[in-house]
């Protein structure tokens, strides 16, 4: 059964690796460290999750359409924070209520998006892999934190040297 699970890893990671090389032609070494990531990540879940197949084959596809709906959210607030950093002093104030106003509005995209989502998983997992699976999501995030900041030390101790 592990091997099931890990060769549907293997293929969930290959087919989210082919799609981020597709949505963005430049920045090869970005695009390479996101395939490495989304790989990782797939890896966590699948572990942590302990799915069966029949669970990883109604999981996956929820999730992956999640991520993408993600990804094209945070596409959208990224616009916005472009606004505001070379700094708030040179936006005329009109145009920061617009801005705020638009940042409360990704916000609330993002809880509707959750929330859409909790209940197509409530409908694949079990309440506990549901359960599990956001749980598993934040230790990984605070897993990669970790490496980051990990890295940026050693970088600074070279630099260092």
């Not at 094209?72 to 801005?99: A, C, H, M, T, Y």
């Given at each position: ?38 790989a990782q990540k797939i ?119």
């Amino acid at each position: 059964m592990n091997r099931i699970i890990l060769s549907i890893s293997i293929l969930l990671a290959f087919c989210l690796s082919a799609s981020a090389q597709h949505g963005n032609g430049k920045g090869g070494g970005h695009a390479q460290m996101h395939k490495e990531i989304q790989a990782q990540k797939i890896s966590f879940i699948t572990q942590r999750l302990a799915l069966t197949p029949e669970e990883a084959q109604l999981f996956w596809p929820v999730y992956n359409e999640l991520e993408s709906k993600k990804e094209q959210l945070r596409k959208e607030g990224r616009v916005l924070f472009r606004k505001i950093r070379n700094g708030l002093d040179s936006i005329p104030d009109k145009e920061l209520v617009q801005i705020s106003d638009k940042m409360i509005e990704y916000r609330i995209k993002d809880a509707q998006l959750i929330k859409e989502y909790h209940e197509k998983f409530k409908k694949v997992l079990p309440i506990k892999k549901v359960l599990e699976l956001y749980h598993t999501e934040k230790k990984f995030q605070g897993m990669l934190l970790r490496k980051i900041k990990e890295k940026g030390r050693h970088m600074e101790r070279r630099e260092r040297n």
